[in-house]
């Protein structure tokens, strides 16, 4: 089985910047398309960003595109979210995610993934 690990997330002020990682156990990482996605209270589950495994494609929402970047390290069965420019409705618990699909679709829904990890929150301050 896979098993996710999400850090870094934390308390940060408008403007300013963050970097997730999300550490991942288990022999198959590498043939994974990893998401990134957050959830508000009372809010539903919303896609953030993806990437395939082999690092060449990746997608974002329209809400955070040129502000944050996925990466991945399969190497180091790791993949980051740098976050930059934050603003207050960034405000969110983060959640890593890894697909199995071979679907060629964009894997921008929570039921197209099969692994997750806890979540890390992250908090920006106006």
């Known amino acids: 089985q896979v098993q996710l690990v999400e850090s870094g997330g934390g308390l940060v002020q408008a403007g300013g910047s963050l970097r997730l990682s999300c550490a991942a156990s288990?022999?198959?990482?590498?043939?994974?398309?990893m998401g990134w996605f957050r959830q508000a209270p009372g809010e539903e589950r919303e896609f953030v960003a993806s990437?395939?495994?082999?690092?060449?494609?990746?997608y974002y929402a329209d809400s955070v595109k040129g502000r944050f970047t996925i990466s991945r390290d399969n190497a180091k069965n790791t993949v980051y979210l740098l976050m930059n420019s934050l603003k207050r409705e960034d405000t969110a618990v983060y959640y890593c995610?890894?697909?199995?699909?071979?679907?060629?679709?964009?894997?921008?829904?929570?039921?197209?993934?099969?692994?997750w990890g806890q979540g890390t929150q992250v908090t920006v301050s106006s």
């Open positions: 995610a890894g697909s199995a699909s071979l679907s060629i679709q964009l894997l921008i829904r929570p039921r197209e993934y099969d692994y």
């Open positions: 990437i395939r495994w082999s690092g060449i494609s990746t």
């Open positions: 288990g022999r198959t990482f590498s043939s994974l398309t």
